[in-house]
């Protein structure tokens, strides 16, 4: 079983920047893909960046260039730099785990485990 927590949620300025983390269970979470999910109001659960146990690293394709998702497996955390921030932005962030990395790693229905989300609000 794993568990994750999220934390560094909060509320910023537009242009303002945030990091986010998720810390694992455990050193199982190094064998895991892990991602990062965002769900604005009113509106569904959407993928922001994975990254994969073997080092791959990919984003939602509108938030190249503006989020960061790194690990790091000696703290069994996961994190999310987001730059440039925009009232777009202002969403639930929520971290997740997968046992087998296999199937598309944008759809949250190939997570198995979940955070319990962070609230990120941006304003102008």
């Known amino acids: 079983q794993v568990q994750l927590v999220e934390s560094g949620g909060g509320r910023v300025q537009v242009g303002g920047s945030l990091k986010l983390s998720c810390e694992g269970s455990?050193?199982?979470?190094?064998?895991?893909?892990m991602a990062w999910f965002r769900q604005p109001p009113g509106k569904e659960r959407e993928f922001v960046a994975v990254s994969t146990s073997t080092g791959g690293r990919y984003y939602a394709d509108s938030l190249k260039g503006r989020f960061v998702v790194s690990r790091d497996n000696s703290k069994y955390t996961l994190y999310l730099q987001m730059n440039s921030l925009k009232p777009d932005d202002t969403a639930v962030y929520f971290c997740?785990?997968?046992?087998?990395?296999?199937?598309?790693?944008?759809?949250?229905?190939?997570?198995?485990?979940w955070g319990q989300g962070t609230q990120v609000t941006v304003s102008s």
């Open positions: 455990g050193p199982s979470v190094a064998t895991k893909g």
């Open positions: 997740a785990a997968r046992e087998a990395e296999y199937g598309d790693y944008s759809r949250a229905h190939n997570y198995g485990y």
